[in-house]
């Protein structure tokens, strides 16, 4: 048989692999596909976990600073209510002052519960936590719903003057944002696979 010619009834020989480059490592696996980049795909997209929306980062900071404010004015309103309680006694014969002040103070710790609400729905909210997003949706609505009706009052007395209006406005126009954030910014919250 002269050289180039293939043997009869046989296929042409198979070209042997080429020598390992390091001694120890496994030959690569036929039809494998060779290198294509570090880290693979699936490694990088897990890796790169859920996006940021500015919205609901707005959202949140919004959230922040009213459970601060809101926690804030619930605890001066307590420390009034507690100095109008104190006010009340047999000797100055204002009684009723007693259980007055105690309402006042009463109400104030729900002021300052829910301004911490506020302020850990927010914290969630910020750091991608699904119950942040939960959280920050139930005050969203709730926020919207009592600072809306408190608009409207204040709208409904025409006094304008006193600056109720403008903070009312920028409350309902905040609480609208959060629930509007939390509704649109799902892929915010997506935790990584």
């Keep these: 048989m002269t050289e180039g010619m293939q043997p009869q009834?046989?296929?042409a020989p198979q070209p042997q692999a080429p020598a390992q480059a390091q001694p120890g490592w496994?030959?690569?696996a036929v039809g494998a596909?060779?290198?294509t980049g570090w880290p693979p795909p699936a490694v990088a997209a897990a890796s790169a976990g859920p996006s940021t929306s500015v919205l609901v980062v707005v959202a949140g900071l919004f959230l922040l600073l009213a459970g601060i404010v809101t926690a804030?004015?619930?605890a001066l309103v307590g420390l009034l209510g507690g100095l109008i309680a104190t006010a009340g006694?047999?000797?100055s014969g204002l009684e009723i002052f007693g259980p007055i002040g105690g309402l006042v103070a009463g109400l104030a710790i729900l002021v300052v519960l829910w301004g911490l609400l506020e302020a850990i729905a927010a914290i969630g909210m910020l750091v991608h936590r699904g119950w942040g997003r939960a959280l920050g949706l139930v005050i969203g609505v709730?926020?919207?719903l009592?600072?809306?009706l408190g608009l409207l009052g204040v709208a409904g007395s025409g006094d304008s003057g006193t600056g109720g209006l403008a903070f009312?406005?920028?409350f309902v126009a905040g609480y609208a944002l959060t629930v509007v954030a939390l509704v649109t910014g799902g892929a915010h919250f997506r935790r990584r696979a």
Excluded: D, L, Q
Aim: charged letters at 5%; a positive charge.
């Design 9 to 11: 009834g046989g296929a």
């Design 26 to 28: 496994p030959p690569p």
């Design 33 to 35: 596909p060779g290198p």
């Design 72 to 74: 804030g004015f619930g």
């Design 89 to 91: 006694s047999a000797r």
């Design 142 to 144: 709730v926020g919207f």
């Design 146 to 148: 009592f600072t809306g």
């Design 168 to 170: 009312s406005v920028v």
